[in-house]
């Protein structure tokens, strides 16, 4: 796992003696790294393809099985409620976590709390997750191959005054002023300046622009919190 930094990131955030689901596992990495390093003695790992969950269940040896258990579904449905449950929801889109939460609304509300994990559209997430009043504890970035990956952790039972700014680049973040952040910021300025600019110079059709003028209002607004630090 020396060259996943994003999954480590995951896990190291998932409290020692809990029941895991990983939701969407693919190659069951963090399931295996869990099991093997007996973070978790009950971990379901599941996925919407059987072939995905096949590419898993072929490294189960007889031990391995005993620990985690694969199951062939979408989301959360048809998964049985456990006492000290959480849940890993990575590698998808912002919009992707919203679907799987909203359709299991009530079944997401009873678990410990989600690890998720989204490389777009976290800002619709974060937003959903305040609306649902899903206490936003953890919210992180990292970077791995080129991409930037938003990591939160979430639990139900309080809804947050969050900011233009923190739906849109995550409270922590901002207050620790973080380095991955400053990085991001500055692309994503020079990045929405640019989709703005050519929009007004060659449309007629402005559709995109209050989104992108959101966006660049939340940039504005972290730079401000910042330089009041300073």
Do not use: C
């Amino acid at each position: 796992m020396n060259d996943k930094k994003r999954l480590m990131e995951i896990i190291n955030i998932i409290d020692s003696g809990k029941n895991v689901i990983d939701v969407g596992t693919d190659h069951g990495l963090v399931p295996l790294y869990l099991a093997k390093n007996e973070i978790s003695n009950d971990i379901l790992a599941t996925d919407i393809s059987a072939p995905s969950l096949k590419k898993l269940e072929e490294k189960l040896d007889e031990n391995l099985s005993k620990t985690i258990k694969t199951k062939v579904t979408d989301g959360f449905k048809d998964i049985e409620k456990k006492d000290n449950q959480v849940a890993i929801i990575a590698g998808m889109g912002g919009n992707t976590i919203i679907e799987i939460i909203d359709q299991s609304l009530e079944f997401a509300k009873n678990l410990d709390y989600m690890v998720l994990e989204s490389n777009i559209a976290t800002e619709r997430l974060r937003g959903y997750l305040n609306k649902n009043s899903f206490e936003i504890t953890r919210d992180f970035l990292t970077y791995e191959h080129g991409k930037y990956y938003d990591i939160l952790k979430a639990k139900y039972g309080k809804k947050q005054n969050l900011t233009l700014s923190d739906i849109y680049y995550g409270h922590e973040n901002i207050i620790n002023k973080s380095p991955l952040l400053e990085e991001k910021l500055a692309i994503d300025y020079k990045k929405n300046k640019k989709f703005k600019d050519d929009i007004i110079r060659k449309s007629t059709n402005n559709d995109g622009i209050d989104k992108i003028n959101q966006r660049l209002k939340a940039i504005d607004e972290v730079y401000r919190i910042w330089k009041l630090e300073n």
